[in-house]
């Protein structure tokens, strides 16, 4: 099997966080989605069904309230009121995020290498969601331009009432810092 060469960020890395794999990295509250940011987060992306915006429509349509675009869980980075930005990583990410990028000092470069979407059930204004991160998966590769390791994390989006409502599965690829030449 590969391994990232001995000695090197990317190989300490991965000794790191390889032993990881399968364990759950964070369970948490996103708090009560509520119509009006499903309806700005709808408008946003150019979803005009009135199901996103107006209750009426919705129940007509058979929810209980307005629902959500069914990519919105996956989009809202930030549930809170946001980062302060002497906290945030050089790419905008927030320090604490749910992808298990390792030490920072190692200085490894980052960059998203694909999304898959579940979409479970739909998501109605007044629900309590939750969000549990799983790490899938660190796998070492050779590639053409070098060693790399692909981290997978799941994503799993539940009700309060433990309803799974969507899953994503969301993977980085990570490489040695630049050389300095």
């Not at 107006?54 to 007509?60: E, G, L, M, Q, V």
């Amino acid at each position: 099997m590969f391994t990232p060469e001995p000695g090197t960020p990317l190989a300490e890395y991965y000794d790191q966080t390889q032993s990881r794999t399968g364990a759950v990295l964070s369970r948490r509250s996103l708090g009560t989605l509520d119509a009006v940011s499903i309806g700005r987060y709808a408008l946003t992306i150019g979803a005009a069904d009135p199901v996103h915006y107006d209750a009426a429509a919705a129940r007509s349509a058979g929810y209980a309230d307005v629902v959500a675009p069914p990519n919105m869980l996956a989009a809202i980075v930030e549930w809170g009121i946001g980062t302060p930005e002497a906290q945030l990583q050089p790419d905008g990410t927030p320090l604490s995020g749910d992808t298990p990028l390792g030490d920072g000092d190692l200085g490894l470069r980052v960059m998203g290498a694909g999304e898959e979407m579940e979409l479970v059930s739909p998501v109605t204004a007044g629900t309590e969601v939750m969000l549990e991160t799983t790490l899938e998966a660190v796998t070492p590769k050779q590639t053409r331009v070098g060693d790399c390791v692909f981290v997978t994390t799941l994503h799993t989006f539940t009700s309060a009432q433990g309803a799974v409502l969507n899953r994503n599965r969301r993977t980085v690829v990570l490489r040695n810092p630049l050389q300095e030449s």
